[in-house]
């Protein structure tokens, strides 16, 4: 069985002027024979939101007809343990309730279910990986820093990383809500 490899991380401002901005990255370093990446800024959301959404785009960058293991690196021990532990399955059986209170962004789990039900020949399996390791690049040596570049996830987060900055987008969306962008598209 084919696999391919992504890697996934969102972030958001959780105070100040620009609380609320925020963004994700999904970076491919091989799908289907090239590097792909995807990512988007957003102005009212927070780190949890952006790390299901860089998930999503990951599930969606495959062709549904594919025969594969994705292989998805992410920083959220959130959303790697709703996988590992078998949670999303369990929050389904309950009604989207855990311990008797519902769950955060039922709309982003349902739309990940909705994409993984629809890849039949897709086999989902989720590595946490330690956030943040671009900082491990900018503060070393250069010997170091070469010795660490070998390392593809390394690479991989740190890729993922800088893309999900929401400083990097310009122009941002107003909302991370799918159903709301989904109807604007179709207004026009």
């Known amino acids: 069985m084919k696999k391919i490899i992504a890697y996934t991380d969102g972030s958001a401002v959780a105070s100040g002027v620009l609380k609320g901005h925020g963004g994700f990255g999904t970076y491919f370093p091989d799908l289907l024979g090239e590097k792909k990446a995807f990512s988007a800024g957003y102005l009212n959301t927070k780190t949890g939101r952006m790390e299901q959404t860089a998930l999503l785009y ?3 960058a495959i062709p549904k007809d594919l025969e594969c293991e994705l292989e998805v690196h992410s920083d959220s021990q959130y959303v790697v343990k709703t996988f590992t532990e078998k949670r999303l399955n369990k929050w ?3 009604n989207w309730m855990s311990y008797g209170a519902s769950i955060a962004n039922v709309d982003l789990w349902k ?3 909705e994409e993984l039900d629809n890849r039949e020949k897709l086999k989902l399996s989720m590595i946490w990986i330690k956030a943040h390791q671009i900082d491990k690049l900018k503060k070393c040596q250069i010997e170091e820093r070469k010795e660490l570049l070998k390392n593809p ?4 987060n740190s890729i993922a990383d800088i893309l999900a900055d929401h400083k990097r987008h310009k122009n941002k969306l107003q909302t991370d809500r799918h159903e709301d962008i989904k109807e604007k598209w179709k207004r026009g």
Do not use: P
């Open 58 to 60: 990951a599930i969606k």
């Open 92 to 94: 389904i059986a309950n």
């Open 111 to 113: 739309r990940i279910k």
């Open 153 to 156: 996830h390394v690479v991989g």
